[in-house]
């Protein structure tokens, strides 16, 4: 089977997104993926990509996921924005922000073996599964979101840790770039919105029962567990 060119995921993406948004999910914002240099060139690509977040894909702070909802999930540490109103022209994205909020994201590709290339990614919505979200802090401009530091815990034990400069360069440059790509293709970052903005670590496979807090330096934490599997 012919591998899909990126242009064809994106299309692949809008139709899932109006097949789904038909059916009844309720769209909350957006996520940027290969934020990193080793994750670009995994799938070959000069840049990230972007795909959509659903309200039925967020879980509380401090839950317990059920184990079976995901095949292969991936734990991401990731810094996430809020937007307070919708970017107009002339704004810049950072204009725009509301609050920042501590945030895990689950990936979990539906592909059996993984995409087989940027463009399978970005059809399945850049392998978008689950996310949860921590309290929201005020936005402040001299926050140094480039050098923030995020810990992570495997139940009670140390497991990884990055900075915000492991994402594109820091999350506002990400942000930055999903505004300009979304203007791009003839859209735009709405007031209420959420961004994920990409992994400040090396994602890592979650197991059957493990409890995961990560620790945003000046941010606060936001922690998720998995259900024993049945």
Same mark, same amino acid.
């Given at each position: 089977?012919?591998?899909?060119?990126?242009?064809?995921?994106?299309?692949?993406?809008?139709?899932?997104?109006?097949?789904?948004?038909?059916?009844?999910?309720?769209?909350?914002?957006?996520?940027?993926?290969?934020?990193?240099?080793?994750?670009?060139?995994?799938?070959?690509?000069?840049?990230?990509?972007?795909?959509?977040?659903?309200?039925?894909?967020?879980?509380?702070?401090?839950?317990?996921?059920?184990? @079976?909802?995901?095949?292969?999930?991936?734990?991401? #540490? /990731?810094?996430?924005? &809020?937007? !307070?109103?919708? $970017?107009?022209? *002339?704004?810049?994205?950072?204009?725009?922000?509301?609050?920042?909020?501590?945030?895990?994201?689950?990936?979990?590709?539906?592909?059996?073996?993984?995409?087989?290339?940027?463009?399978?990614?970005?059809?399945?919505?850049?392998?978008?599964?689950?996310?949860?979200?921590?309290?929201?802090?005020?936005?402040?401009?001299?926050?140094?979101?480039?050098?923030?530091?995020?810990?992570?815990?495997?139940?009670?034990?140390?497991?990884?840790?990055?900075?915000?400069?492991?994402?594109?360069? @820091?999350?506002?440059?990400?942000?930055?770039?999903? #505004? /300009?790509?979304?203007? &791009?293709? !003839?859209?735009? $970052?709405?007031? *209420?919105?959420?961004?994920?903005?990409?992994?400040?670590?090396?994602?890592?496979?979650?197991?059957?029962?493990?409890?995961?807090?990560?620790?945003?330096?000046?941010?606060?934490?936001?922690?998720?567990?998995?259900?024993?599997?049945?």
């Amino acid at each position: 089977m012919t591998a899909l060119s990126v242009e064809e995921g994106y299309a692949a993406l809008a139709e899932n997104e109006r097949d789904w948004i038909a059916g009844g999910r309720v769209p909350s914002g957006w996520k940027v993926g290969l934020t990193s240099v080793e994750a670009q060139r995994r799938f070959d690509s000069d840049g990230p990509c972007f795909g959509r977040l659903f309200s039925d894909m967020a879980s509380p702070n401090e839950s317990t996921i059920e184990w @079976g909802r995901f095949a292969r999930p991936l734990i991401e #540490a /990731e810094i996430a924005f &809020r937007l !307070g109103k919708d $970017l107009s022209e *002339g704004d810049r994205a950072s204009d725009v922000i509301e609050a920042a909020i501590p945030a895990i994201e689950i990936v979990d590709s539906r592909y059996p073996q993984g995409p087989a290339g940027l463009g399978e990614l970005v059809a399945d919505n850049v392998s978008g599964a689950g996310f949860v979200l921590g309290d929201a802090v005020p936005f402040a401009s001299s926050f140094d979101f480039a050098g923030c530091r995020a810990d992570v815990a495997r139940n009670g034990k140390p497991e990884t840790s990055g900075r915000g400069s492991d994402c594109l360069g @820091g999350p506002l440059l990400s942000l930055a770039w999903l #505004a /300009e790509e979304l203007t &791009r293709r !003839g859209r735009r $970052l709405r007031a *209420g919105e959420v961004v994920l903005t990409g992994s400040l670590i090396v994602p890592f496979a979650a197991q059957p029962g493990d409890d995961i807090r990560i620790e945003f330096e000046g941010l606060g934490s936001v922690a998720i567990s998995f259900a024993e599997a049945l």
